[in-house]
């Protein structure tokens, strides 16, 4: 039968209905189900998806359970929409620094954002193909949309279809959390799952909360020309990477215009028309700001709204299912990936996680999540990535770590692109060539990450780094040269002594 409740996504323009018709179709009749299946996966997000074709394509019958949207958040309100607006904010603010360059331009060049908004959804739903109903079906995955619930340890409901599994996979991902503060749900506010439905600017945007989410969006917004506030807890943003990381992203947010209100707590919101009076205690007293908007991005809330105990299955509100290093959960024959029971809410670690499940639940593999080398990167400008342990983490750890550092200035490409403020780091095991952690603040720091995520996952030492071989002028000359650093410290006064000593005798 057809899709009960069809969903619809504003503004309903040609690509919002292009969306639709390959992530959700109105009109999808499912197959009838199967006998059991080898593999239900719960939850069409990365982890889902990524899962359900691999198994399928192995040989698997498999079963797919959506209850929203195809792609879940990487493509609908994550990954894909933010990054375009992300690229629409550096064009703009390439247009301001134009003259930098020798370059003559308007100097009151504005963004017209209904476009840019418009290029995005055209781009999100290019991309829908990729996930898409009919491709699924055509990779011989039985997919269903509807509402899962765990019936008993080995079958669940969709609506009013029972499907049975010998294993299943939770992968219903996680959701924005949003805080009980007085006056924010009448005066109502965006989050990451509805922001990118603005067909206009705000003129005035508070963000709350500066993880990565916050601190993108808010730049993206204050270079797009909205005066934007970026309210924060504590007295840093982004604070699971390193300091002097964090503090040159918020440099270079401030450059951007945007406000800082550190150390602030949010007592109240009031609707003043169409306007909103937020009320802060800051460490700089306290203060009220006005408003058009209000993004939260304070944290996401795992998913888990699936009746788990009826299949016995262990979690909890904060942190979600609960699973071991084989991403098995208390029932095992039930496994579960992605942001539903990972503290790293990543769309590549749940893709690697999906894989450690093909493996594990369906092939007798043994394969570990521990054993992921697993790096981040937050899409600002410039970026900050990072992989393995901060410094902090090291010494918590008993690790004795040499650190070697550049500043993008070292770096000609940086210069030559006006890329220059940024800087690179590699921690290395006191005494070896062992990488234990890297943080990365550059204008590609993410992509800069890739040789170092490759060596530390192959486990090369810092050595084979220096020996690689990279086009000039590149930015990931960076890597190299901190490389270089490391093996001028292995040239020893002994060494040194050692070296000039074969020479002589080598020439006399």
């Known amino acids: 039968m057809p899709t009960q409740h069809p969903i619809k996504i504003p503004p309903a323009d040609e690509f919002n209905r292009q969306l639709i018709a390959n992530v959700r179709p109105d009109d999808w009749r499912p197959r009838t189900p199967a006998a059991r299946y080898d593999l239900v996966v719960i939850g069409a997000g990365t982890a889902g998806l990524v899962a359900a074709a691999g198994a399928?394509?192995?040989?698997?019958?498999?079963?797919?359970?959506?209850?929203?949207?195809?792609?879940?958040?990487?493509?609908n309100f994550?990954?894909?929409?933010?990054?375009?607006?992300?690229?629409?904010?550096?064009?703009?603010?390439?247009?301001?620094?134009?003259?930098?360059?020798?370059?003559?331009?308007?100097?009151?060049?504005?963004a017209n954002f209904p476009e840019v908004m418009r290029r995005l959804r055209r781009i999100r739903a290019e991309i829908s193909r990729d996930d898409s109903a009919t491709r699924f079906q055509g990779l011989g995955v039985d997919l269903f949309f509807g509402r899962a619930e765990f019936a008993d340890k080995d079958s669940l409901t969709v609506d009013e279809q029972r499907l049975r599994f010998h294993r299943a996979m939770v992968a219903t991902g996680a959701g924005a959390r949003v805080p009980e503060i007085p006056g924010l749900s009448d005066a109502g506010c965006f989050t990451n799952e509805t922001i990118f439905e603005l067909t206009e600017l705000p003129r005035r945007l508070a963000v709350l909360g500066a993880g990565p989410v916050g601190c993108e969006l808010a730049q993206a917004f204050a270079r797009l020309g909205a005066e934007t506030h970026l309210i924060q807890r504590g007295p840093s943003i982004l604070p699971r990477d390193e300091p002097w990381a964090s503090t040159l992203v918020a440099n270079s947010l401030a450059a951007d215009g945007v406000r800082f209100h550190r150390l602030a707590e949010l007592s109240q919101i009031e609707s003043t028309g169409a306007a909103k009076r937020l009320y802060l205690q800051s460490d700089a007293g306290p203060l009220s700001i006005e408003v058009d908007?209000?993004?939260?991005?304070?944290?996401?809330a795992p998913n888990v709204d699936l009746n788990l105990e009826a299949a016995g299955i262990d979690f909890d509100?904060?942190?979600?299912?609960?699973?071991?290093?084989?991403?098995?959960?208390?029932?095992?024959?039930?496994?579960?990936?992605?942001?539903?029971?990972?503290?790293?809410?990543?769309?590549?670690?749940?893709?690697?996680?999906?894989?450690?499940?093909?493996?594990?639940?369906?092939?007798?593999?043994?394969?570990?999540?521990?054993?992921?080398?697993?790096?981040?990167?937050?899409?600002?400008?410039?970026?900050?990535?990072?992989?393995?342990?901060?410094?902090?983490?090291a010494a918590e750890q008993g690790i004795r770590v040499d650190r070697f550092d550049l500043p993008l200035s070292d770096v000609?490409?940086?210069?030559?692109?006006?890329?220059?403020?940024?800087?690179?780091?590699?921690?290395?095991?006191?005494?070896?060539?062992?990488?234990?952690?890297?943080?990365?603040?550059?204008?590609?720091?993410?992509?800069?990450m890739a040789p170092i995520s490759l060596a530390m996952t192959a486990g090369l030492g810092f050595k084979s780094v220096a020996r690689t071989i990279l086009p000039y002028p590149t930015q990931a000359e960076a890597?190299?040269?901190?490389?270089?650093?490391?093996?001028?410290?292995?040239?020893?006064?002994?060494?040194?002594?050692?070296?000039?000593?074969?020479l002589r005798w080598r020439w006399w």
């Open 78 to 110: 994550g990954c894909v929409p933010s990054k375009a607006l992300l690229r629409a904010a550096r064009a703009m603010r390439a247009v301001h620094q134009a003259a930098q360059f020798g370059l003559d331009v308007p100097s009151a060049a504005n």
């Open 56 to 75: 399928a394509g192995l040989g698997a019958r498999v079963a797919l359970v959506e209850r929203k949207l195809l792609g879940g958040d990487c493509l």
């Open 479 to 502: 890597v190299r040269k901190l490389a270089d650093a490391f093996n001028r410290t292995r040239l020893t006064p002994r060494v040194a002594g050692l070296l000039r000593t074969w």
């Open 293 to 300: 908007a209000v993004l939260v991005a304070t944290g996401r």
């Open 412 to 448: 000609h490409r940086a210069l030559l692109d006006d890329q220059a403020i940024g800087q690179a780091c590699v921690l290395v095991r006191a005494g070896t060539d062992q990488m234990v952690g890297a943080t990365i603040v550059a204008s590609r720091a993410g992509d800069l």
């Open 317 to 393: 509100a904060q942190n979600g299912v609960h699973v071991d290093d084989y991403l098995r959960t208390s029932n095992r024959q039930v496994y579960a990936a992605g942001d539903v029971c990972s503290r790293y809410k990543f769309t590549h670690v749940a893709d690697a996680m999906a894989r450690i499940v093909i493996q594990n639940a369906l092939f007798l593999g043994r394969a570990r999540a521990s054993q992921l080398v697993i790096p981040w990167c937050t899409y600002t400008d410039p970026e900050l990535a990072h992989i393995g342990l901060t410094e902090r983490q």
